[in-house]
């Protein structure tokens, strides 16, 4: 199936060619950090995880978003997602997939990879991040790509296929789950040490990931002539809605918990982030950024008039877009190193370096969405 991707037009060719010239320019860089060590990032010894790790946080979020077009779509007989939930499944790939990647790049070194495969421990939070994420990439792929082929032969999908999606769904969960607590379960980093981290990563993924597919599917029926419904797409953004307010409540309740009980530690990150601590302020026009999105954002999405016009409701997705990535994609790593234990701001900020490599990441995963997406639309197509 997958030889329709190799079928378009000139302006299919054009992204294409462009998507792998952005990545051989990341890769390119990637061997000069490689050959250079992360003393060409913004890492160090007090801020040692930064942009590749918060992206690799974010992506995972994207991924498991997936999972709200498949429970209605098959816990609750929702047929109408059945036209996209393909699309959600090849999302969740190409997002673990770069997923991987950043944490690839993260490790400095290549062969620094083997050793969590090789010298990984079951009491490692890591290790078990690792075999939920690429478990979930396989459950999407291989559920995708078979009701896709079922879809083509005008079959219902084989029994089996039923048991994976059914798999998949608390898989979703637990692949965000494992990934906060690879953060949370960390003594000494206030801002992550929390007991809601989790349910924030959950309620972030299932605003962000439907997002991130909702304004994909708007560019699909704005390139091509494959329609996700109208109907699919406001359902699609009630389901935001509920989920970006449940994640902003989350937010607050953070910083409620840390102001009101006055714990330096837990006030410190916040004051940080917000408005600066001890003269250092590189992240403050970030986070008021995210305040602006996100209550732009709330009021496209609470008010039912904006939230059913798809026009309306695409700012609406692109603002959660942005805020829920300020927030878990760029400031909760920092802010859980800033200030470290000791009180002291070691400020961070990404590299030229970092940057070009992050973008080329994401060329590699919109390259797999692309290629997906186009043998999926094309095949629907063909059986409408």
Same mark, same amino acid.
């Given at each position: 199936?997958?030889?329709?991707?190799?079928?378009?037009?000139?302006?299919?060719?054009?992204?294409?060619?462009?998507?792998?010239?952005?990545?051989?320019?990341?890769?390119?860089?990637?061997?000069?950090?490689?050959?250079?060590?992360?003393?060409?990032?913004?890492?160090?010894?007090?801020?040692?995880?930064?942009?590749?790790?918060?992206?690799?946080?974010?992506?995972?979020?994207?991924?498991?978003?997936?999972?709200?077009?498949?429970?209605?779509?098959?816990?609750?007989?929702?047929?109408?997602?059945?036209?996209?939930?393909?699309?959600?499944?090849?999302?969740?790939?190409?997002?673990?997939?770069?997923?991987?990647?950043?944490?690839?790049?993260?490790?400095?070194?290549?062969?620094?990879?083997?050793?969590?495969?090789?010298?990984?421990?079951?009491?490692?939070?890591?290790?078990?991040?690792?075999?939920?994420?690429?478990?979930?990439?396989?459950?999407?792929?291989?559920?995708?790509?078979?009701?896709?082929?079922?879809?083509?032969?005008?079959?219902?999908?084989?029994?089996?296929?039923?048991?994976?999606?059914?798999?998949?769904?608390?898989?979703?969960?637990?692949?965000?789950?494992?990934?906060?607590?690879?953060?949370?379960?960390?003594?000494?980093?206030?801002?992550?040490?929390?007991?809601?981290?989790?349910?924030?990563?959950?309620?972030?993924?299932?605003?962000?990931?439907?997002?991130?597919?909702?304004?994909?599917?708007?560019?699909?029926?704005?390139?091509?002539?494959?329609?996700?419904?109208? %109907?699919?797409?406001? /359902?699609? &953004?009630?389901?935001? !809605?509920?989920? #970006?307010? $449940?994640?902003?409540? =989350?937010?607050?309740?953070?910083?409620?918990?840390?102001?009101?009980?006055?714990?330096?530690?837990?006030?410190?990150?916040?004051?940080?982030?917000?408005?600066?601590?001890?003269?250092?302020?590189?992240?403050?026009?970030?986070?008021?950024?995210?305040?602006?999105?996100?209550?732009?954002?709330?009021?496209?999405?609470?008010?039912?008039?904006?939230?059913?016009?798809?026009?309306?409701?695409?700012?609406?997705?692109?603002?959660?877009?942005?805020?829920?990535?300020?927030?878990?994609?760029?400031?909760?790593?920092?802010?859980?190193?800033?200030?470290?234990?000791?009180?002291?701001?070691?400020?961070?900020?990404?590299?030229?370096? %970092?940057?070009?490599? /992050?973008? &080329?990441?994401?060329? !590699?995963?919109? #390259?797999? $969405?692309?290629?997906? =997406?186009?043998?999926?639309?094309?095949?629907?197509?063909?059986?409408?």
């Amino acid at each position: 199936m997958l030889d329709r991707a190799l079928k378009g037009g000139k302006g299919y060719w054009s992204w294409i060619v462009f998507l792998l010239f952005v990545i051989g320019v990341g890769f390119v860089t990637f061997l000069y950090q490689d050959r250079m060590g992360p003393i060409v990032t913004g890492l160090g010894r007090d801020v040692s995880w930064g942009l590749y790790i918060g992206q690799y946080a974010y992506f995972v979020g994207i991924a498991a978003g997936a999972v709200m077009v498949i429970m209605p779509l098959y816990l609750h007989n929702y047929k109408a997602f059945a036209r996209i939930s393909v699309l959600a499944d090849f999302l969740g790939v190409a997002a673990i997939i770069m997923v991987g990647l950043f944490v690839f790049v993260d490790l400095g070194k290549v062969t620094r990879i083997l050793n969590i495969a090789i010298f990984g421990q079951p009491k490692s939070i890591l290790f078990w991040n690792m075999i939920i994420l690429n478990g979930y990439m396989i459950l999407c792929l291989l559920i995708g790509w078979n009701v896709l082929s079922a879809e083509r032969k005008g079959l219902p999908h084989p029994k089996w296929v039923t048991f994976l999606i059914y798999l998949s769904i608390p898989w979703a969960f637990s692949i965000h789950t494992s990934t906060a607590f690879v953060f949370a379960g960390l003594p000494g980093r206030h801002f992550w040490l929390s007991a809601i981290m989790a349910p924030r990563f959950l309620s972030s993924a299932f605003c962000s990931g439907p997002a991130f597919l909702f304004i994909t599917c708007m560019i699909m029926k704005k390139v091509s002539s494959f329609d996700p419904g109208d %109907e699919q797409m406001k /359902t699609l &953004g009630g389901i935001i !809605a509920y989920a #970006f307010i $449940i994640n902003t409540f =989350f937010f607050m309740v953070e910083l409620f918990t840390a102001f009101y009980s006055s714990i330096p530690q837990a006030m410190d990150p916040f004051i940080y982030l917000f408005t600066g601590l001890h003269g250092h302020g590189g992240f403050v026009p970030w986070m008021w950024t995210y305040v602006f999105f996100t209550i732009c954002a709330l009021i496209l999405l609470i008010i039912p008039s904006t939230r059913r016009n798809l026009e309306t409701l695409t700012v609406a997705c692109g603002a959660v877009l942005i805020s829920t990535w300020i927030d878990k994609g760029l400031s909760m790593v920092p802010g859980g190193f800033i200030p470290d234990p000791f009180g002291k701001v070691f400020e961070y900020s990404p590299t030229a370096i %970092e940057i070009i490599i /992050t973008i &080329g990441i994401y060329a !590699a995963g919109f #390259f797999v $969405i692309t290629v997906l =997406f186009k043998t999926a639309i094309s095949i629907k197509k063909e059986i409408a």
